[in-house]
Structures are given as C-alpha cells and as structure tokens.
C-alpha cells in the first residue's frame, strides 16, 4: 500500500499548494489597480464571471500595455510582439483581444515608407538629400522654384509633368532628385530613382532572362520615375527605342511625371540619342526628345561646383 499512501500525500501535499498559488494569485490580479478599474466599470459582472476570467485577467497583468514597458517593437516583450491586450465584457463574460500597439503601427509605417523611395545606385548623400538644403540656394531661384511648384501641386494631385534639370556637373542636379523623392514620400507618393549608367548596365546584362519585362513594368508604373543622368551611358539603338522609348511612351499616355537629370541641354541631348553604333538616327533621336517634353519642363540649374 505505500506507493499509493506515497502518492495520494504528494497529491494533497501538490493540490494544498495549487490551492495556496490559486488564492495569492487571485488576489494579486484582483488587487491590481487596472485590473480593479475594468472590474469597477462592470458592476454587471459575476463573481462567477471574474473566477472563469481570472486566467484571462492574469495574462492582461502580466502584458505589457501599449508599449508602457517597452522601449520599441522590436523590445516587446509580449506574447505577440507588437500587440497589447484589451479587456472588454461580451454577454457578461471576460474577453482577452489583442490589438496593435503604437510602436508597432509607426514601425510598419516607417517600413512602409522606406520602401516609396526605390533607388539603384544612388550614394547615401543623395537618399538624405532635405528640401530645406535646397531652399537655401540663392543661385538656383529658377530650379527651387519649380521644385516647390511641384511638391505643391503633388499634395492635391500628381503633376503629369516632371522635371528634366539640365546644368554642368556638380551642381546638385541629383541633390534636387534626392530632395522632391523624400518630400513626395512625406506624401506617400513613390518614387523610383535610378542612375541611368547602370540602368543600361543592368538591363543589358538581364536581356537574356525574363526579369527585363519585370523590371521595365516597374519603371513604366513607378508613381514618379527619376533618370539620374541621362546622356551618359552609352549609347545603343536598342536601348533607346525598345526601352527607353517605350518607358516615356507609357508614361506620356499614361501622364506621368519623370525627373531627368543631364549634363545636357534637350537639344544637345538630342544629338547624343541619334548617333550610335547603328549610325546617325535623327527621327529616332527626335521622338524621344518629343516624349521627354510630353513627361517633364526643362529647367536649367546654374551654379558652382559643389564637389569636394
Ligand atoms: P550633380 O548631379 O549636378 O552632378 P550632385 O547632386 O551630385 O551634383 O551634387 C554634388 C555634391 O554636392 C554632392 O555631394 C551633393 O550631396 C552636394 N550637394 C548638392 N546640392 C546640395 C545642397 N543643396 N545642399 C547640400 N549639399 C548639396
Ligand atoms: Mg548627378
């Protein structure tokens, strides 16, 4: 009979102090002051309804409610990282609901509007270019002006014209394209911001895979498409009319706005487009000038060189 009379000693020894956590852990929930303030503002609940719910009590007290022990969300501490709990009374019984806390809402915001501004290749410099930098330029009235016209017109509703910023090297011109994308991103507008050397680059080296099509789909609907440096790749026949071309096309009948930036005025650009390997292609040359017209207003940007 020992293993029983063993047995049944340990299970009264175990139950007594089950019974004894039961009672301080009651108490310790119903003394807790929130959990005494929900309970005060239903007066209709049961002692019966507040037993069944203590366990559910127990884990609201223990949570951390809207972020108060949290410093961010990647800190929460619980259960589901980024929600708090919520107590709340449904046909007089206790429920236990999980809703987002703040932190964690700014931080899907944040990740959120990190990801409106799309680059390839642009320097750092650039991503954190701020309008209030450019406000500051004296030199550059006309440009500054049209920037602050845009980012006007874009809070009620997107220009269908860009600019094309033309003007020697080391001006800001890209400095401009960093500062309207991070504006417009306060906006939630996107922008897509490429270094157009590479772009071809890119381009040319996925010409044999499917990606191309992937690729040029999203330049062709990007809300606000930025070429950084036109005129500098080099040139090919191909990438002028089958992709380039048919970018603007889209865009123009789509009325879109895209940004250029160039070292060179639309009609030295022009030039540049018509000869390539294949020879000299005025016609070809002329229509996309044409269809950078239809997407954006040239606006020449003066000043010294701001390149150390
Ligand atoms: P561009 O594209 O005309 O060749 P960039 O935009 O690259 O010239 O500008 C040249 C350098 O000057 C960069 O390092 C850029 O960060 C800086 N820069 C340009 N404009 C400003 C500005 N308004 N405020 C601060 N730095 C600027
Ligand atoms: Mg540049």
Redesign the pocket.
């Known amino acids: 009979m020992e293993p029983i009379q063993k047995s049944l000693t340990k299970w009264m020894k175990e139950n007594k102090n089950f019974q004894e956590n039961y009672v301080r852990i009651r108490k310790e929930v119903l003394n807790d002051p929130e959990i005494r303030e929900f309970i005060s503002l239903h007066p209709d609940l049961s002692k019966q309804s507040i037993n069944r719910g203590l366990i559910k009590l127990y884990e609201y007290k223990t949570q951390s409610k809207q972020c108060q022990q949290c410093s961010s969300y990647p800190d929460c501490k619980n259960m589901i990282p980024g929600y708090s709990p919520v107590l709340h009374v449904e046909n007089g019984e206790i429920h236990l609901s999980y809703e987002k806390c703040h932190s964690r809402i700014m931080y899907e915001k944040e990740q959120a509007q990190q990801k409106l501004v799309q680059s390839v290749h642009v320097p750092k410099?650039?991503l954190q270019a701020s309008i209030k930098?450019?406000h500051d330029?004296g030199d550059r009235n006309n440009a500054v002006l049209e920037v602050f016209q845009f980012i006007r017109e874009a809070s009620t509703e997107l220009p269908k014209k860009g600019l094309y910023f033309y003007?020697p090297?080391?001006?800001?011109?890209?400095?401009f394209l960093g500062a309207v994308a991070n504006e417009l991103k306060k906006m939630n507008i996107s922008s897509m911001l490429i270094y157009m050397p590479e772009f071809v680059r890119e381009i040319k080296g996925s010409f044999k895979n499917d990606t191309t099509n992937e690729k040029i789909d999203y330049f062709k609907k990007a809300d606000v498409l930025m070429l950084d440096d036109i005129g500098a790749e080099m040139q090919s026949a191909w990438f002028r009319d089958e992709i380039l071309g048919s970018i603007l096309q889209y865009r123009m009948m789509e009325q879109l706005p895209v940004f250029f930036?160039s070292n060179y005025s639309l009609e030295q650009l022009e030039g540049l487009l018509a000869t390539t390997r294949d020879g000299v292609e005025s016609v070809k040359a002329g229509r996309i000038i044409e269809r950078i017209k239809q997407v954006s207003k040239p606006v020449e940007i003066f000043g010294e060189n701001?390149?150390r």
């Open positions: 410099e650039i930098d450019i330029d003007g090297f080391g001006v800001g011109k890209t400095y930036t701001r390149r």
